[in-house]
């Protein structure tokens, strides 16, 4: 367990740097005079950081160790926290921004992988879980210090000349600076914990990983057994990285792994993330009334993700997603509708609100839950790390997309076209989900590798 929280505070970095730029689009956009197509790229340069940071994390992760790679990861959001507070101009603050997408990019990755390692596989649901949960305290804490900070803009005058510009007259710097202070917790902490146990094995550090082993298997016979599955596996597997990914059924697992990862994002969750406050503002609801149903956004994700946590080694992983995109297809027609026909029909603002968070709900006690366990515990141990990072590639050129073009789509084809666009990419998420990714609730990662390899089912 604490091996897990200290992974998933990357999380939490993670989620606070894709949340916190919702609440400084709009005074960004008027210091800096930027069109569309510019506030897209101030939203979506972090994600080209992200994708490259994702390409590299895995292949990195593998040669110099899960640990190390989650320290350099700290020390990109470190940089990038104090340089976009500090950033002189706008090519200034998309650089740091560009720096803090290579964080989050490579955490994405290689936290998720670090607990699925030394997890057991009875929690392993629950315990890879807990950096989704991170994720959406970093999103919640985002939005409250985006609506504290937004607040005291509008409300308090300091006499020091520098808070003024931080907090009043540019209170962007202070919301994307405050970001160090969870940026420098999790680098402080990665000290204390140890190297992946299954990335000692693969490089011959036997003492090393039976070390970390006998703190997670109390039971000697159980840390054995564990130890010599891993081995065995490692063994067995003689062909290089890259001629073990392309063996079919490997390929099979790394195609199905990307097409979940990228369709996922087509389903409108970063569009509500990241531009949640210009959305509520389309329907009517502006300022601080904006962030505060933001901040509802959050306190449902964060909520909701604690129900999944708790259940996802229970219910399985595919009954939540065929359960909660059935959810997200009904919330987003009906916010369709609400800008379609709202005025017509004389829907109030509350109706779109609900539905709005219903939608949070059913994505995040499904395809938000899901996503990071099934791709951490879908590839065999020798390729892991290169497998996850061709299937985070995927996720974050998705996300990249969403976030580019996301107000070009509004602009263009209306909120109710975005929003019944959003509701049709479910579809394929969910054909994928029923017939090609196998149930892996309580299996062990070498019985996942072997269904993969063989073609055998899981019992």
């Known amino acids: ?105 490579i955490v994405s990755i290689v936290s998720p992988i670090y607990i699925s390692e030394v997890s057991t596989a009875e929690k392993r649901g629950t315990l890879v879980s807990l950096y989704q949960l991170a994720v959406t305290v970093g999103f919640l804490v985002a939005y409250l210090v985006n609506y504290a900070i937004l607040d005291i803009a509008e409300s308090t005058r300091f006499s020091s000349g520098f808070m003024n510009n931080v907090l009043v007259d540019e209170y962007w710097r202070g919301m994307l600076g405050s970001g160090a202070v969870p940026a420098f917790l999790f680098l402080a902490i990665i000290f204390f914990i140890p190297e992946s146990p299954r990335w000692l094995i693969t490089k011959g550090k036997a003492d090393r990983a039976t070390k970390v082993l006998s703190r997670i298997y109390l039971a000697e016979d ?62 009517g609801i502006a300022g601080g009334d904006a962030l505060f149903s933001q901040v509802l956004v959050g306190i449902v994700n964060m909520v909701t993700t604690v129900i999944a946590l708790l259940i996802i080694d229970k219910v399985g992983r595919k009954q939540l997603v065929y359960w909660g995109v059935s959810g997200m297809i009904v919330s987003l027609l009906m916010i369709g509708v609400y800008f379609a026909f709202g005025e017509t029909l004389g829907l109030g603002n509350g109706f779109m609100l609900a539905f709005f968070l219903f939608y949070v709900f059913c994505c995040a006690i499904s395809i938000s839950a899901v996503v990071f366990v099934l791709l951490s515990e879908m590839y065999p141990n020798s390729v892991r790390g290169l497998a996850m ?64 390899k063989s073609g055998r089912k899981l019992k």
């Open 1 to 105: 367990m604490f091996l897990s929280v200290v992974a998933a505070i990357g999380g939490i970095l993670f989620g606070y740097d894709t949340a916190v730029i919702s609440g400084t689009i709009g005074i960004v956009t008027q210091q800096f005079a930027l069109d569309t197509m510019q506030q897209g790229w101030y939203v979506g340069c972090a994600l080209i950081g992200s994708i490259a940071g994702a390409c590299f994390a895995g292949v990195l992760s593998d040669n110099v160790g899960r640990k190390k790679t989650m320290l350099i990861a700290a020390v990109l959001f470190c940089v990038c926290a104090v340089g976009c507070a500090a950033a002189s101009d706008f090519i200034h603050l998309v650089t740091f921004r560009i720096i803090g997408g290579l964080g989050v990019g």
């Open 222 to 283: 159980d840390m054995k057994r564990e130890y010599e599955l891993t081995r065995s596996s490692i063994s067995n597997e003689t062909k290089s990285e890259w001629k073990a990914l392309l063996s079919p059924g490997i390929l099979k697992a790394v195609i199905i792994g990307s097409a979940i990862a990228i369709l996922g994002q087509f389903m409108g969750v970063n569009a509500v993330l990241y531009y949640g406050p210009e959305i509520f503002g389309k329907a």
């Open 389 to 452: 990072s061709i299937a985070g590639f995927a996720l974050w050129v998705g996300t990249y997309l969403i976030g580019q073009l996301t107000p070009w789509l509004l602009e263009n084809l209306t909120p109710a076209g975005t929003f019944f666009l959003f509701a049709a990419m479910c579809v394929p998420y969910i054909l994928i989900m029923w017939k090609a990714v196998p149930e892996t609730t309580g299996k062990t990662l070498e019985e996942i590798e072997e269904y993969w």
